[in-house]
């Protein structure tokens, strides 16, 4: 979803390349994205995750996450859930309310600190930093109660520190919506653009599929369209059964899926 705003696709390591030029031959993603980088370089670590905030802080969501409201109001949906592995807080930035969506990696609009675990609010914090070395400048953000520097309340790489209590809230929340579908709901999984190497919400996805009896999931993807057990092909078998795939960008497909309902 984030790439269609103009966003970097920082699963691929040329999204991130692109960004951070000055890291290539020092630090790789996971490098960076990594609670012992905070400790081992502050400064880049800060310049890092400080560009990330601002970045996703300036950037207006694209015009899918409306179309996506208007699918999700219509008078035949009964109700709905946004499930999201991106920490950009766009869906809440974009009018999705609070308590229908789930973080499953947290957000960097929260912070929390990395020696009392306290979660903040990022609203009020500004990163600067150099633009070409991507350094930040002193002072980095400071827990205001034990004054030890601060880290976005995202889940990251051999991140054994992460406080997901937030996210957990929202698991909640999700599981209480989960509940109430009833003997007879149809169901329909709508995943943009999940990739293979984290597969959190391609396993959230799949396992609706596999659970629900009448659980249909639609897949937008312009690489990875495969199922976990199998590819979609001309065959149907069980691996195949209520899955449609459409390789393309999300905000096409969802362009395109929002002319077809209009039609009927």
């Known amino acids: 979803m984030g790439v269609d705003s103009g966003l970097p696709d ?26 012992a980088f905070l400790q081992e370089h502050p400064a880049y670590f800060w310049g890092f995750y400080g560009h990330r905030l601002h970045l996703y802080r300036d950037t207006e969501p694209h015009q899918g996450f409306q179309i996506l409201k208007e699918i999700v109001n219509l008078p035949n949906v009964k109700d709905y859930f946004v499930v999201t592995s991106n920490v950009d807080g766009h869906f809440q930035k974009a009018g999705f309310p609070e308590n229908k969506v789930y973080e499953v990696h947290g957000s960097i609009n929260y912070l929390q600190c990395s020696k009392c675990n306290t979660v903040t609010s990022a609203e009020k914090t500004t990163v600067k930093y150099d633009p070409e070395t991507f350094e930040a400048f002193p002072p980095l953000p400071q827990c205001i109660d034990c004054k030890d520097v601060l880290r976005p309340n995202i889940l990251m790489f051999n991140d054994g520190e992460w406080n997901h209590q937030r996210s957990h809230d929202q698991e909640t929340e999700f599981y209480k919506f989960k509940n109430k579908f009833e003997e007879g709901d149809n169901v329909v999984v709508l995943e943009l653009g999940a990739g293979e190497a984290v597969a959190t919400i391609r396993y959230i996805s799949e396992s609706h599929r596999r659970q629900v009896k009448n659980c249909w999931l639609i897949r937008i993807n312009p690489r990875d369209l495969k199922l976990s057990g199998g590819y979609y092909g001309k065959s149907f078998n069980e691996n195949e059964e209520r899955y449609i795939p459409i390789k393309e960008t999300g905000l096409k497909a969802l362009t395109e899926i929002r002319q077809e309902l209009l039609k009927n």
């Open 10 to 35: 920082f699963r691929g390591s040329s999204g991130f390349w692109k960004t951070y030029k000055n890291f290539r031959g020092k630090f790789h993603f996971t490098d960076c994205a990594n609670p």
